[in-house]
């Protein structure tokens, strides 16, 4: 018996997920250094980046593929490069969680900055996520979420993993 009940969980096109539960920015704060720039590559409707935001760091800009609100600007994450990256400390974003899609992703953004992602707590465990994880130099514990409106929590577990292609050596895990 599986915890996901299809009738009950159905996926949503392009794993469009608001992050609207703070306990998701409370558990990264703490390891962010304040006044410092980030950029929001797959924003949605920039619920994510705004409580970033509201906690002392700097949103540079928010983009995504089809965005959900005026302030968020119209681009892949895939197509950004030195020139939206020079101003920037590190990429922070709820990427969608489709290998196929999430990988790419994770390819092309640690070129160019360090990285979190919100992604499930399973992920780390995947074996096609051993290469990255030798990127990965933090995991910081979250636990469920809230993904909707509604006030019900997810099945899932998860977790912000920090990675930085210069890193070398062991993976920090931080609890909660």
């Known amino acids: 018996m599986g915890k996901r009940d299809p009738e009950k969980f159905e996926k949503k096109p392009r794993d469009f997920y608001a992050t609207i539960d703070p306990a998701a920015v409370e558990a990264l704060v703490p390891h962010l250094q304040p006044n410092r720039f980030f950029i929001e590559p797959c924003a949605g409707a920039g619920d994510l980046a ?23 600007l119209q681009r892949n994450c895939l197509d950004l490069g030195e020139k939206e990256a020079w101003f920037a400390d590190c990429f922070i974003t709820n ?31 995947n074996v096609r996520m051993g290469p990255y994880m030798k990127q990965c130099d933090k995991v910081v514990s979250i636990g469920r979420l809230y993904w909707e409106e509604n006030k019900v929590k ?23």
């Open 50 to 72: 705004i409580s970033v935001a509201s906690h002392g760091l700097h949103c540079v800009d928010m983009y995504d593929i089809e965005p959900q609100a005026k302030s968020v």
């Open 154 to 176: 997810g099945v899932d577990n998860y977790c912000w993993y920090h990675f930085n292609k210069d890193h070398e050596g062991k993976t920090e895990f931080v609890g909660r």
């Open 95 to 125: 990427p969608p969680f489709t290998w196929k899609v999430l990988q790419p992703i994770i390819d092309h953004l640690i070129c160019f900055l360090p990285t979190w992602l919100l992604l499930p707590a399973d992920n780390m465990h």
